[in-house]
């Protein structure tokens, strides 16, 4: 077998394999995704005698993985095409269905991959030439394109002489004969320049070789490396006919429309203005002058921070940020305001013409990204833990959020996290919906080295906590950790009853729990959240979000959109990013960090 495949989960269940892919699963889990994490899958790994190319799909959180044992050139086109049909043929199943204890028949599938790019391959392979056939085929076409005469063969030894530096005539010489590279390329650009330009009316002009001699062939010979000031391959001799001062023969100078950046013998890619002579008219001098100094000081306007913003020229860089931070997964609303805002500071202030528009904009965005990630306060939460305990009272912290994004891990993260530092943790189960809610709890706060204390289920979740922070207060613990039901925010019912044991309990932070994927979704689960504890709350000054912790953020790579999506719909801060799945992988956000990603 060439090349054998797997798909498997994040949790380690495999969906279709086959070969030394199947077998290795397992060695690519623990030495990849478990070391290194998600976002390192995404790329090609060798392990052991193969070498294995893996791609993600975010959405469904499974893996694919292609191994081969030699080094198989189309392999990453391989890898593709593997997730693309396997996602093509069994997405919606894996969606409505889950990916638990379910394999699928993909064998004969993976089979007509693997032969049709091995068919690709073959035929990318048939078409390559060798280099010396590109390169006998390129002097065929140059000696082509050099012979206008029927007598091919004298016509392109004629026009080489003439490319030549000095005048020494070349013997004419066959096509099988291998010509000198620099004349050859003269030969060609000669022969296109002469083809190619044309006249200010449209029509084409008549080679150099046409209109006679050149006045080098026509005088002594030259010696070799030194031309001639003036534009060779003109009729007349020497400068004379550069001499355009009467404008009579003006459509034809070096600097007419059709002349302009291209030499008359077709290699000097300038601007011929050395034909003009120095007594030309006084009028026309003038004028000219006044132009030069009009555009030295429009440029030297603009490298002196004199050229103030309009909104014509932000339209399309604004545009292009636009769309880099919806790509990005911030919500298009707040994308369209971020904008809106850097338009406004922009518009009317002077820049430097040498950092341009582009350079105004990137720095107005990263300013104002920064400004809205920075935490308007301290989010030390150990100091604050210390503070409460100064006061005679545990810190109560509680967690809550939509189903599914990571409640009830975070929250044993940030229990290891302040048990580190010597604090003694309490966890509170307050989820008396979900079943397995509370044993799930129990094996966290067992391997941490935590206690827990539950009222099992179908309890008031609101009555629960406040019984935990009196048993913490009254056994001397420092921090409560109050889990909650994963609810959507649509959902009334459930989130009264949120409302009632964050306004009852009145912990000293709120955080919400969000997972770094999503996009416009969280900022209609943020403001619905905040909103519903305000409205349902029943008292003067309801409590609302403090905070947020993103969960998922090693899948996302330079997706980081949703972190300003949530802390500008707030105005809150992110407290906690969690980078993996053991209890240590839990981490502050860097802001500098998340700027430079959003903005690469």
């Not at 707040?334 to 013409?353: C, F, H, P």
Request: hydrophobic share 35%.
């Amino acid at each position: 077998m060439i090349a054998s495949g797997v798909v498997f989960s994040s949790g380690g269940a495999v969906l279709w394999g086959r070969g030394d892919a199947e077998q290795g699963a397992g060695d690519l889990i623990r030495e990849v995704l478990l070391q290194k994490g998600a976002v390192a899958m995404d790329s090609q790994h060798v392990l052991g005698a193969n070498t294995w190319r893996c791609t993600v799909d975010n959405e469904l959180n499974i893996f694919f993985a292609v191994a081969c044992s030699f080094q198989l050139l189309y392999l990453e086109d391989l890898a593709k095409s593997f997730k693309s049909a396997f996602l093509k043929s069994y997405r919606n199943d894996i969606e409505n269905n889950g990916v638990g204890g379910k394999t699928y028949n993909f064998d004969a599938a993976f089979d007509a991959l693997l032969e049709n790019e091995a068919n690709k391959a073959d035929s990318k392979r048939k078409k390559m030439r060798s280099f010396e056939e590109s390169r006998k085929d390129k002097g065929k076409k140059d000696s082509g394109a050099a012979s206008t005469a029927p007598a091919a063969k004298s016509e392109s030894g004629s026009r080489i002489a003439k490319a030549k530096d000095d005048d020494t005539d070349l013997a004419q010489e066959s096509d099988d004969v291998e010509l000198d590279p620099v004349a050859r390329a003269r030969a060609a650009l000669a022969a296109r320049g002469g083809r190619n330009r044309r006249g200010k009316g449209g029509a084409a002009m008549s080679s150099p070789s046409s209109k006679g001699s050149s006045p080098i062939a026509a005088g002594s010979p030259s010696k070799k490396g030194k031309k001639p000031w003036w534009r060779p391959g003109q009729n007349g001799d020497g400068p004379e006919v550069l001499d355009y001062s009467d404008g009579s023969s003006l459509a034809d100078s070096p600097m007419s429309a059709g002349n302009a950046g291209l030499g008359a013998d077709g290699g000097d890619f300038a601007t011929h203005g050395t034909g003009f002579d120095s007594s030309d008219d006084e009028d026309s001098a003038d004028d000219a002058n006044q132009g030069r100094l009009g555009s030295i000081f429009n440029y030297f306007s603009r490298i002196s921070g004199n050229k103030p913003i309009t909104a014509k020229d932000l339209e399309g860089v604004l545009d292009q940020f636009r769309d880099m931070l919806v790509s990005k997964n911030v919500a298009a609303s707040i994308s369209d305001s971020l904008v809106e805002s850097v338009q406004n500071s922009l518009i009317g202030k002077k820049i430097s013409g040498i950092n341009g528009v582009k350079t105004a904009v990137r720095e107005a965005m990263e300013a104002a990204l920064t400004r809205i990630l920075t935490p308007k306060q301290s989010q030390n939460i150990l100091k604050e833990v210390e503070t409460s305990k100064a006061e005679g009272r545990p810190y109560v912290i509680t967690f809550v959020g939509v189903n599914g994004v990571g409640k009830s891990t975070s929250l044993s993260k940030v229990c290891r996290y302040l048990m580190h530092h010597g604090h003694r943790v309490l966890i509170t189960a307050c989820d008396t919906f979900r079943s397995g809610a509370v044993e799930q709890l129990r094996v966290h706060a067992t391997r941490l080295g935590a206690d827990l204390y539950e009222q099992g289920y179908a309890k008031d979740p609101a009555s629960v906590a406040m019984a935990g922070v009196r048993h913490a207060k009254d056994k001397g613990y420092d921090v409560v950790l109050i889990d909650t039901a994963g609810r959507m925010q649509d959902n009334e019912p459930l989130m009264r009853a949120l409302a009632k044991l964050v306004n009852l309990n009145r912990p000293d932070k709120v955080l919400f729990v969000g997972e770094a994927l999503v996009g416009n979704d969280s900022v209609d689960q943020l403001q619905k959240f905040n909103q519903a504890m305000i409205d349902f709350a029943g008292v003067a000054e309801p409590r609302t979000i403090d905070g947020v912790m993103l969960t998922k953020f090693d899948t996302i790579d330079d997706k980081v959109g949703a972190a300003v999506s949530m802390v500008y719909t707030t105005g809150q801060p992110v407290v906690f990013v969690g980078v993996g799945q053991t209890y240590t992988d839990i981490r502050h956000l860097n802001v500098k960090s998340l700027v430079r990603a959003l903005l690469r």
